[in-house]
Structures are given as C-alpha cells and as structure tokens.
C-alpha cells in the first residue's frame, strides 16, 4: 500500500484583533477551507473562544504581529494580514509590505480609518460630499477662535467637535454650542492628545451605510445600502435594504462608496457611513461621516440576509479570489444588537428566543456582561418589514433580559 499524498497547505490569514469580527471570520474561514491566524488581546476574547491558532499579543507589539505572520514554532506563514480593528502601526505594516507580507487593506488606505483629519482631507480632494469642517490648530488660543468662528457660520449656534484618532461608538464626539466647552479636549491636545477637527452638525433625516468589497484586482461589489439606527451613539438596529430609498438615491451612496474605495485603493470588505438629508428642493442626498476599513456591524445582516456574507466577503477579497454575489435573499432583513443585558448568561434566553422567534438567527460573541456592551445580535429575514423587525427586536429584547412587551425599541 503507498502513503496517501498529503493534501496541499491551506492559504493561512493572519488577523490582527481578538473581537467580534475576527470571531465571525471563523464560519467563513471553515467553509472556504482557509486557515485563521488571530492576535488575540486575551485567552478569554470573543475570537480567541473559537479559533484554534490564537496567539496573544498586542496590536502595537512589532514583535509580535512579525510571529503571527510567520511563526517561529515553524507553524506556516501567513499568505496576507488583515485587520477586524485600525488601530496598528502604519509604520510597522509598511516595512511587512517592504518585506514581502500582503497587508490589505494597506497602510495607506488603512490610515482614512485611523484619523479624521486625514479622511477629510482626501475625501474633500476625491470631491466626496462631506459635512462643512475644519482643523483646529494647536495652540489652545488659536484652537478657540477657529472653533467660534465655525460656530458663527453655523445656522443653529451647535457643531461638532471630533478627536482625530480614537473615537468610535460616539466616543470622542462631542456637540458643542462655545468654544469654552472643549476646553479640556484643547488642553490635552496641546499635552501629547489627539488633534481636533469640528463639522457641521447635520440635520440629517437619517443615518445609511453602503458596504463594498474590493479585491486587489480592482473587482468591486457592494451590498444593497442600508439604514442604520442609533441609539446613544451606538448601531442599534440595521435595516437592509433602507426603506423608501428611491433607485437614483441608492445609486447616488453607492457611487460614493465606490469612488471612495478605489480613490483609496481599499482592499477587503469596508463601511461608508452616511448621512441622508433633505435639501430645500426637498431632494435628498448623503454626505459621508465616517469610514471603516474592515467588516462592520452595518453588514452583520450578509450574514443571514445575502448570498455571501461581509466575512466570506472579505477573505475572498484579502485572498484576491473572485467576489461571490452581494443578492438578498428575502425582501428585508433586520438587524438587532444585544446591547447589554440583565442576564448573567445570555444563553439562558435562548429556550424563549426559540418559542418566541423560531426564525430568529442568533450570534452571540462570547463577552462578559456589561451595560450597553455589544454582545451579540439577531438577524430576521422575511416579506413585511413590521413584522420583521417585530421579531428581530423581540428576540434581542429576550437576550437583553427584558420582556419584548416593555421594552422601549422605537
């Protein structure tokens, strides 16, 4: 009898972060027969649960991203690294790509995820719509007037002021009606913190997002755009596709994110946050708030609602194979996070999720408990849009420890 012939090496994909994301990598990685290489923050995180090769190490650890693109227990290399969060050292990347490692998306692109005044900036020289901004100096007298001069050209008194890199989940945003209230961001800027940026606070009807993939070879898909809701600064509920969107807006947002990705060179799956508003025509159109250069809680709904998820998505993408379709398969799908919970174990509500919302599909990360923490979501898909996201709010209410007949989702 001879030997079998051993099967050939998997591509292995080397992920920086221990999240949520690279946790739902997982699924996509097992069908695709790709091999997950994730740095972890901690033994215990979300993806750590679930993916066998799990070192622990530090984002900003140089050492440490070098052993996870090639292992020094002679495990094999990586064939490309890939993120689930922005926040590594650009340097760092570009001396891996120097060397011969894929790193997509790149530094250069990845960076318009990692500072705002640098997106700004470039999404302005792409002609994208944005809100009206500016940067504020560092010298805290200079920073003061620029900041009441904005809020003079301002049609209500109230603006935004954002810390360029670091804020996420309404996190380093701040509405602001004097200069004197962000005094103590312009303090620690001049102390070694981030740089300031202020925007027009945007009366916008509501809040959308287009997703794309693109892949090295230029092929470009994007999902159906969706409405996003929030709630205290955080992606409650998502809504695919967004309702009463006529065809010319859809396409409008969707050429926006494709100009985007490309003016970029996005590689991967990414998120274009946008702001839909009403002109004095009545016309409505979006302007571009914030971008995310990996998969994103708006696509959490490919997962269950599209022919291919945003994470199949984006190891086709990174592996530079051909994309696979971006097609719903039902009229709607909704989105609901589990945004805290009063239950210790949120799979004890999983008995009631069952009888209540039997369609209901739940992905719950593996996180402890803490109040407005993203613990998990549900997706439903179906034909009428109310009673869809009924049983999708229903079923994250339950997870949430709250009884559905109570609780206050709008």
Avoid at 56 to 66: E, F, N
Avoid at 261 to 275: I, K, R, Y
Avoid at 317 to 334: E, K, Q
Wanted: with cysteine.
């Amino acid at each position: 009898m001879t030997a079998a012939t051993p099967h050939p090496a998997s591509p292995v994909v080397a992920v920086v972060g221990g999240g949520q994301l690279a946790r739902m990598m997982a699924p996509a990685a097992a069908e695709l027969g790709v091999r997950l290489r994730v740095l972890v923050e901690d033994p215990s995180t979300s993806a750590a649960q679930v993916v066998v090769d799990a070192p622990v190490g530090a984002a900003s650890d140089d050492a440490a991203i070098r052993d996870l693109i090639a292992p020094a227990d002679g495990r094999p290399a990586a064939d490309v690294l890939t993120f689930e969060h922005e926040h590594v050292p650009n340097a760092l990347l570009a001396d891996l790509i120097d060397h011969g490692t894929p790193v997509r998306p790149g530094p250069e692109a990845l960076v318009h995820a990692q500072d705002k005044i640098v997106m700004r900036r470039r999404l302005t020289a792409l002609g994208v719509p944005c809100p009206r901004w500016t940067a504020l100096p560092s010298d805290p007298a200079a920073a003061r007037e620029a900041l009441a001069g904005f809020l003079a050209g301002t049609a209500d008194g109230e603006a935004v002021v954002k810390t360029a890199r670091g804020g996420y989940d309404g996190k380093g945003v701040r509405v602001v009606r004097g200069a004197e209230e962000a005094d103590d961001w312009i303090a620690a800027h001049l102390d070694g913190g981030p740089e300031l940026l202020v925007e027009d606070k945007v009366p916008f009807t509501r809040e959308l997002a287009v997703l794309v993939a693109r892949r090295p070879s230029g092929e470009i898909r994007t999902w159906p755009v969706v409405e996003s809701i929030q709630r205290d600064g955080v992606c409650a509920e998502v809504i695919a596709p967004a309702p009463d969107l006529s065809a010319g807006e859809a396409e409008e947002a969707r050429e926006v994110a494709v100009r985007i990705a490309e003016g970029l060179d996005v590689t991967g799956v990414f998120a274009v946050e946008m702001f839909e508003t009403t002109g004095p025509d009545g016309a409505r159109h979006v302007l571009v708030n914030e971008l995310a250069m990996r998969p994103h809680n708006s696509g959490h709904w490919t997962i269950d609602g599209s022919v291919t998820s945003q994470f199949a998505q984006h190891l086709r993408a990174v592996l530079d194979l051909p994309l696979g379709s971006t097609a719903p398969v039902a009229r709607w799908t909704v989105m609901a996070n589990v945004l805290g919970s009063s239950l210790e174990r949120l799979t004890d509500a999983l008995p009631a999720v069952g009888e209540r919302v039997p369609d209901a599909h739940v992905n719950l990360y593996g996180k402890g408990v803490r109040p407005g923490r993203k613990l998990g979501h549900v997706n439903v898909c179906g034909e009428d849009l109310a009673e869809v996201r009924r049983r999708a709010t229903t079923a994250a209410a339950l997870l949430r420890g709250e009884s559905p007949e109570t609780s206050q989702e709008d």
